[in-house]
């Protein structure tokens, strides 16, 4: 007598069991690819949203220290302006002494038998007319002039004689000068 086996219900039902865990597994990978793949779009969107902030305030930065140079820049330009005003106070205050400087020294060079016409100051340029009882007084002059540390470029543009002014011979003479800048004091 042959036995009569049926495996096949046995079979179905394994590879029913088999086909169900491979469905659930699938299931379960995909759900877990998917949820990974969810979890760093996140982890990138969020890195994404940081690194955009820190755009913005890297720009907003920038743009505040672009209005910090505009800034410095007009604070060197007013710098070089009150510069440039102190610079003509101090030579306005240079050249409103000149004056009384040449007053100064002229006692000191002028001596006695040389007598002034004309002075004429134009700048730092002095110009001198007189006359001189002796070519010996106008030589000292010139030499007094030529040594004097204030007194720069002289120069002896003509000396006429044989002319008479109240009855006395006389000599009659052009010479001019450039004053030197007095010398500044430092502060100490």
Known sequence: ??????????????RARYKQRFIALLCAGVTLSVGIQWGIAQYLE??????????????KHISWLNNELKDLNEVGKEHEAILT???VVEQLQQNRNKT??????????????IYLNKVR???????????????SRLASMLDKLERSSQITSV????????????GHDVSSFEVSFKLLPPVKKEPS
Do not use: C
Request: charge should be negative; charged fraction near 25%; glycine fraction near 4%.
């Open 100 to 113: 009384t400087q040449l007053l100064n020294i002229l006692p000191d060079i002028i001596t006695e038998g």
């Open 46 to 59: 969020q890195q994404v949203s940081i690194q955009t902030q820190r755009k913005h305030s890297l720009e």
């Open 121 to 135: 100051m134009h700048e730092r340029e002095v110009e001198i007319k007189g006359f001189s009882d002796s070519n």
């Open 155 to 166: 120069e002896m543009h003509s000396i006429v004689s044989g002319q008479k002014i109240f």
């Open 85 to 87: 005003r102190l610079d």
């Open 1 to 14: 007598m042959a036995y009569q086996i049926n495996l096949l219900p046995w079979r179905e039902k394994q």
